[in-house]
């Protein structure tokens, strides 16, 4: 999985994408650089995979960041960015603190506005795509009239409708067969929306009260958005202490868990994300793949000469094979099932992957 994170200049994006991948970096205003670092995946169930089979290392799941220079308001041309068009989602964080010494760009705090700005650059940057592509088609079907080029032609002008109206392509009602066709182009307004608001120590410790008081709550529900909200300054302190003293930190402030794994949850829910589990001499890993991926495909995500040559998927839940404690105590208890290549792998899947090749 791959993110990238965009924001406003002087959001705290960039504190954010250091928390998240432990990845320093200094955030210097006007610099055009994108930052790309990644994130293990916390998951518990690995962890307590891990201390069944004592393994050389268990291996989380990853996501990828990219952090992409600020976007200043008329700034669209500065998103076009082949590293942005590529990732799957995009973390958009607003501003919901103030400081005497960082004046907000929009010298004022309010992250309602700066989401809709943010959509607004990321929907203009899209239309100057599509524009610039319908052109090359006229050219193209002038020369030879495709069924495919004619049926790519009508995607992109509902594209064009849609953005000229100030709707995000999510939300414009794109059948599956314009998706399709419109895949190559990785449209921003297209992709899964996080909205992240980044908070004052004053409001860390009612996180779900600053989306509500900041008016982002109204994002809640819209197609591909969710909403969450951080302090990155106070959390990037936090994640320099111990372990221990982190977790005595944070019970202190209230805050359930870190950042990073509230961030992820909300990461996996938006792009319809599980997680399933393989189990070798040495490792135990963790996949991540979208929600009711086929056994066969699963198989392909760990190594293409799985899928080429399926056989069957041996599967268990993990509590099931932690409760009993052994595969073949599984097998015995009967909780250790054979299923073939339509199978929809499950959160929480322990797969061993029969193949020949």
């Known amino acids: 999985m791959e993110f990238g994170i965009l924001g406003l200049e ?19 205003h006007g610099k055009r650089e994108a930052h790309v670092g990644v994130a293990h995946v916390p998951d518990a169930r690995l962890e307590r995979l ?17 952090d992409v220079p600020g976007v200043v308001k008329g700034g669209s041309a500065s998103l076009n960015l082949p590293e942005l068009r590529t990732t799957d989602g995009l973390a958009a964080i607003v501003r919901g603190f103030a400081s005497a010494t960082v004046p907000h760009p929009e010298e004022s705090i309010d992250p309602a506005r700066d ?8 929907m203009l940057a899209d239309l100057t795509v599509v524009e610039n592509r319908a052109k090359r088609l006229e050219s193209e079907l002038k020369k030879h009239r495709v069924p495919e080029l004619e049926a790519e032609r009508a995607a992109l002008e509902r594209c064009r409708l849609a953005l000229e109206a100030g709707t995000p392509l999510r939300q414009a009602g794109l059948s599956a067969e314009d998706r399709q066709h ?6 921003l307004s297209l992709k899964p929306l996080l ?44 994640s320099l202490l111990a372990p221990a003293d982190q ?48 056994a066969v495909k699963a198989a392909g995500v760990v190594h293409t000469d799985m899928e ?35 199978y929809p792998v499950r959160d929480g899947d322990v797969i061993t992957f029969r193949f020949n090749v």
């Open 195 to 238: 909205v992240v608001l980044n908070v004052g120590e004053e409001s860390a410790s009612d996180l779900p009260g600053a989306l509500v008081g900041a008016g982002l709550d109204r994002w809640q529900g819209r197609p591909g958005v969710a909403t969450s909200a951080v302090c990155a300054t106070l959390e990037q302190e936090i």
């Open 115 to 122: 989401v809709d700005l943010l959509e607004t650059e990321l």
């Open 182 to 187: 419109l895949k190559g182009f990785g449209f």
């Open 50 to 66: 891990a201390s069944l089979f004592a393994p050389r290392k268990p291996v989380a799941a990853t996501v990828r960041f990219v």
């Open 10 to 28: 002087l959001s705290g994006k960039t504190t954010l994408f250091s928390l998240l991948t432990g990845h320093q970096v200094a955030a210097v």
């Open 308 to 342: 080429r040559g399926f056989i069957r998927a041996e599967v268990t839940p993990w509590q099931e094979l932690v409760e009993a404690g052994s595969f073949a105590a599984c097998r015995a208890h009967g909780t250790l099932r054979l299923e073939g290549k339509d």
């Open 247 to 294: 977790a005595a930190f944070l019970a202190d402030l209230e805050l359930p868990d870190r950042a990073l794994d509230r961030l992820l949850r909300a990461a996996y829910a938006l792009l319809g994300l599980v997680s399933f589990f393989t189990i070798g001499d040495n490792e135990v890993r963790a996949w991540s793949i979208p929600e009711a991926t086929h």
